[in-house]
Nanobody
Framework: QVQLVESGGGLVQAGGSLRLSCAAS????????MGWFRQNPGKEREFVAQ????????YYADSVKGRFTISRDNAKNTVYLQMNSLKPEDTAIYYC?????????WGQGTQVTVSS
């Protein structure tokens, strides 16, 4: 239904910044909410941030509030996650997700590693 491709992960020192991108195709991009999740081996995937289709409403996990910003460019079919003041505990594989009203499509994930 929706194909998602993440990019922008990498290795960064604590206190640094990264911007993740997720390009979508397959459906009208502005018609669905987009989110970012993250996961470490042996742990459950956890919610990071979400943005509504219009971009008007945004939600964040408490652990990233004030440091991460989710945004979207509906003309480019892309959602972003700007991550500032990164901490070692932010290390994870980050996934973008499309909320399609009863189902969710996932990207393949991009690794973010924050060194202390």
């Amino acid at each position: 239904q929706v194909q998602l491709v993440e990019s922008g992960g990498g290795l960064v020192q604590a206190g640094g910044s990264l911007r993740l991108s997720c390009a979508a195709s397959g459906r009208t991009f502005s018609s669905y909410a987009m989110g970012w999740f993250r996961q470490n081996p042996g742990k459950e995937r956890e919610f990071v941030a979400q943005i509504r289709g219009s971009g008007g409403s945004r939600y964040y996990a408490d652990s990233v509030k004030g440091r991460f910003t989710i945004s979207r460019d509906n003309a480019k079919n892309t959602v972003y996650l700007q991550m500032n003041s990164l901490k070692p505990e932010d290390t994870a594989i980050y996934y973008c997700a499309a909320d399609l009203g009863g189902s969710r499509s996932w990207g393949q994930g991009t690794q973010v590693t924050v060194s202390s």
